[in-house]
């Protein structure tokens, strides 16, 4: 079964800091999402990676960055938080072959910025 | 730009009555929709897709390409079934990033 971690599932911090969630995936998927959701917006792609090292802008990528240096983790960067990036931020990850492979999620981060 | 749109943020049912959530999606291409299921404090997961046009826990979905929909409907209702509910589109890029909707939260009376 394939397994998705998300290292924390709660996180506080400070406007201003840099952030740091970690993902990481242990069935060799080639591919790795950040989403943040939201009440009444859904899921919103912030980055995804489709191989090590490499990455792509999603639909919200205004404040963040990623990292992928190996190809079961998969991190995402809040430069400088700030109180509306609070949301629950999703990592998920998914093969390239087979069409309609479904997404495997994380547990998700809580992610709260006073 | 693709886009997926679920007008019903709430939707309240009777156990046993039948049960439809709307999905509603743009796209230029061939469409591979799915639906996928929160139940409380548990990681989101997929239900279904449209290609295998499987029915899963009693759901079923339709791809309806003429009028752009692919809603999730079951006959008779259950308590478990309370959950969040979102409709997805996946598209063509390089990781076949999914586009998801705004989510219906389904809430089956007693």
């Known amino acids: 079964d394939v397994k998705v971690t998300q290292s924390s599932r709660y996180l506080v911090k400070r406007t201003g800091e840099k952030v740091f969630l970690e993902c990481v995936q242990d069935m060799d998927h080639e591919n790795m999402f950040w989403y943040r959701q939201d009440p009444g917006l859904g899921l919103r792609l912030i980055y995804f990676?489709?191989?090590?090292?490499?990455?792509e802008k999603g639909d919200i990528p205004e404040g963040y960055s990623v990292s992928r240096e190996k190809k079961e983790r998969f991190s995402l960067i809040l430069e400088s938080a700030s109180t509306n990036q609070t949301s629950m931020y999703l990592c998920?990850?998914?093969?390239?072959?087979?069409?309609?492979?479904?997404?495997?999620f994380g547990n998700g981060t809580r992610l709260t910025v006073t | 730009a693709q886009r997926v749109t679920q007008p019903e943020k709430l939707l309240s049912v009777f156990k046993g009555a039948p049960v439809e959530l709307k999905c509603n999606y743009s796209y230029s291409g061939s469409p591979e929709l799915f639906w996928y299921v929160q139940y409380s404090r548990q990681r989101l997961q997929l239900l279904l897709r449209h290609i295998s046009r499987e029915s899963i826990k009693g759901f079923t979905a339709d791809l309806n390409k003429g009028e752009t929909s692919f809603h999730l409907k079951k006959p008779f209702a259950q308590e478990e079934d309370s959950a969040m509910y979102y409709c997805?589109?996946?598209?063509?890029?390089?990781?076949?990033?999914?586009?998801f909707g705004s989510g219906t939260q389904l809430t089956v009376l007693p």
């Open positions: 998920a990850s998914r093969p390239h072959q087979g069409i309609n492979s479904p997404l495997h």
């Open positions: 997805a589109l996946s598209g063509p890029g390089s990781a076949r990033q999914l586009t």
């Open positions: 990676s489709y191989d090590v090292k490499m990455k």
